[in-house]
């Protein structure tokens, strides 16, 4: 039994790159850890499980370049663990399969530390899989060996006895061996493999990145040479290889190759990250907004007193489904019935909008042909009447369009923040490197407050200019209120899709991704 005045450590493999294919209980290490600690091969998508407050700690190697040395990494588990603190070690792949878990267990062992080693799907048969590659099948391999290719060639070999890898297996598996593929082949031919033997290698599998080559052992290392094929990549040998030509899917997808940054509050990332996914793209989540209850007691105070005076609206207008989902909480906080407000009509501003209440039980009327308050207005222009009363529940950066309008027009608007909308300073290193580095190739803003809150959160975290770094990556904006502060801010809009909803923003992405590829 462990001491209880010390933690435990999750050694996690987190699978090859797509989120969705790390296991259940890797989950659910995730969600319960009070510190992660995660690699380069770990997608970031995953830290989105982890529970508010939690520690990220990042630990990625390149092969010229450590964030921390492999045995600093292991001590930093043991020192975590002895705070008391719960800690996954997120890894990629199987941590198991030249994972480094066994150093890394070993020392928790010496230590007294509790440790829990969850597998995960490695890289060699996920890989070839979303390449279009069984590594086996009944015609042409019913056996394989996954063989490390990382090592010097001289203690490759010492440690791979050729004459029986050769022969042995109707697949092989090379992990980490991209600088010795010239090596491997000539081994391979020089031990009894036939020239002509199908090779692939594919790059950066399951993710957006991912790029697949393919030769025979004696043309392999030139097809490398020619591509510039870096690492990290799987190699196939064998037969199976001809599988590709039929059972390619992923490189298929309509957004594969596209990687999206998602700017929206964390709650409300999901949806779009979800379809961006769905199509084959990566989406890249940065959450730069956060919506809270409004933190200041007389705003509550205010906020209670006009929803008790809730038989007095003839209109209930209501522009997001924030709104929607603030207002509903408030009636609960202050134990007001809905019923209350029978006498005022619903009105939305979009769709999305509309389907959030609808789920409530109530009927909203006839939706604006444009998704903002001015067509709103205009789409109700025969049905308001001066001196109705019209309750706008809203967050505190809502535009003043709306209420003044109403106003000019005899009306009385009565406005309630129901919400804020704050900076929120993303943890997530590796996505704060793809920006740096220019490795996005759309950034999608939902609302205003994305881009001026993205510019600040990037300014926080060091980037004097966030518009010169972002100049170049193509912009989606959701509507023409976002694009007038995207144009404010320096920045160019490449897409704004005729109706401010999701569904047509992601449409849009994808004609723009499908005519741009087509043309390369």
């Avoid at 279009?132 to 010097?152: F, K, N, Q, Y």
């Avoid at 705003?299 to 209670?304: H, I, K, N, Y």
């Avoid at 489904?321 to 909480?329: E, P």
Wanted: hydrophobic share 40%; with cysteine; aromatic share 6%.
């Amino acid at each position: 039994m462990r001491s209880l005045d010390k933690g435990k450590v999750y050694l996690v493999g987190a699978g090859p790159g797509d989120p969705k294919l790390i296991t259940v209980r890797g989950l659910q290490c995730l969600e319960q850890c009070d510190v992660v600690v995660y690699d380069r091969l770990a997608s970031p998508r995953l830290l989105r499980h982890v529970k508010p407050g939690t520690e990220q700690i990042y630990v990625g190697k390149l092969p010229d370049r450590h964030t921390m040395k492999q045995e600093e990494i292991n001590q930093l588990l043991v020192d975590l663990a002895l705070q008391g603190k719960t800690v996954t070690r997120l890894k990629g792949g199987d941590p198991t399969i030249f994972g480094r878990v066994g150093e890394e267990a070993e020392l928790l062992y010496d230590n007294g530390i509790e440790f829990e080693i969850v597998p995960g799907i490695t890289s060699a048969i996920a890989v070839p899989a979303y390449a279009g590659i069984p590594v086996t099948h009944r015609d042409m391999a019913s056996s394989l060996s996954i063989i490390t290719g990382h090592e010097s060639p001289d203690k490759l070999d010492r440690s791979i006895h050729w004459d029986k890898v050769t022969n042995a297996t109707g697949t092989l598996i090379f992990l980490m061996g991209v600088a010795k593929i010239g090596y491997i082949a000539e081994q391979l031919i020089r031990h009894g493999k036939a020239p002509q033997t199908p090779v692939a290698l594919i790059r950066w599998g399951t993710r957006v990145e991912q790029r697949t080559i393919v030769g025979t052992l004696e043309t392999i290392e030139a097809i490398v040479r020619e591509a510039d094929f870096q690492p990290p990549a799987v190699i196939v040998v064998g037969e199976v290889v001809l599988q590709r030509e039929k059972l390619q899917w992923y490189e298929k997808k309509p957004l594969f190759g596209m990687r999206v940054l998602v700017t929206r509050a964390r709650a409300q990332a999901s949806e779009l990250a979800d379809q961006i996914e769905a199509l084959g793209g990566e989406p890249c989540e940065f959450p730069v907004i956060e919506t809270q209850e409004p933190s200041e007691p007389a705003a509550v105070e205010a906020l209670r007193e006009r929803l008790q005076d809730a038989e007095q609206y003839q209109w209930i207008m209501f522009t997001s489904v924030n709104g929607v989902d603030y207002f509903y909480r408030w009636l609960r906080e202050f134990h007001i019935d809905i019923r209350r407000f029978h006498g005022a009509r619903i009105a939305a501003v979009g769709p999305k909008t509309a389907e959030a209440l609808k789920q409530r039980g109530l009927t909203v009327e006839e939706l604006p042909v444009k998704f903002h308050a001015e067509g709103l207005l205009e789409k109700l222009e025969a049905e308001l009447k001066p001196g109705e009363r019209v309750l706008l529940p809203r967050g505190d950066l809502a535009r003043e369009v709306l209420p003044r309008e109403l106003k000019a027009k005899g009306l009385v608007p009565i406005e309630i923040d129901v919400y804020e909308t704050v900076l929120a300073d993303s943890q997530d290193e590796l996505a704060l490197e793809w920006i740096r580095e220019k490795n996005i190739h759309m950034i999608t803003f939902t609302s205003s407050s994305t881009v001026t809150n993205l510019l600040e959160v990037l300014k926080r975290r060091g980037i004097a200019n966030p518009v010169d770094l972002l100049t170049g990556i193509p912009v989606a904006s959701i509507g023409p209120i976002t694009t007038q502060t995207v144009v404010d801010a320096g920045l160019k809009v490449t897409i704004e899709p005729e109706d401010s909803t999701l569904d047509s923003l992601m449409q849009s992405i994808v004609n723009y991704h499908r005519a741009n590829t087509s043309a390369n």
